[in-house]
């Protein structure tokens, strides 16, 4: 699997804030950045962006959608759940 860095060629670097954490781009302007409170989130969302995954959290996707370009978030895969059936439950009707 591709990562995106090979892909598109970004690397996402992070440091310590007062207040929390910080993600940035190096390639892009200082605009593309995202405050983050913990250090596990902040290399979570670096780790699921490396992989093209798209986050699931809304503030995680406001995240992305700010560190990324347009194009490079659009490239990103959606990961879909398997819904659960409890199979002792019975058969449902719809």
């Known amino acids: ?8 060629g970004i ?17 892009l302007e200082y605009k593309n950045h995202a ?28 995240s992305a959608k700010r560190l990324l370009t347009e194009n490079e978030f659009n490239k990103l895969k959606i990961k879909e759940k398997k819904k659960y059936i409890n199979v002792m439950k019975g058969v449902r009707r719809c």
Not at 1 to 8: A, G, L, Q, V
């Open 35 to 62: 405050h983050l409170r913990s250090g596990h989130t902040c290399r979570r969302l670096i780790k699921l962006l490396n992989k093209n995954i798209m986050p699931e959290s809304q503030y995680l996707r406001g």
């Open 1 to 8: 699997m591709n990562t995106i860095e090979e892909m598109i």
């Open 11 to 27: 690397t996402l670097k992070y440091k310590v804030v007062k207040d929390g954490w910080i993600v940035y781009n190096e390639e």
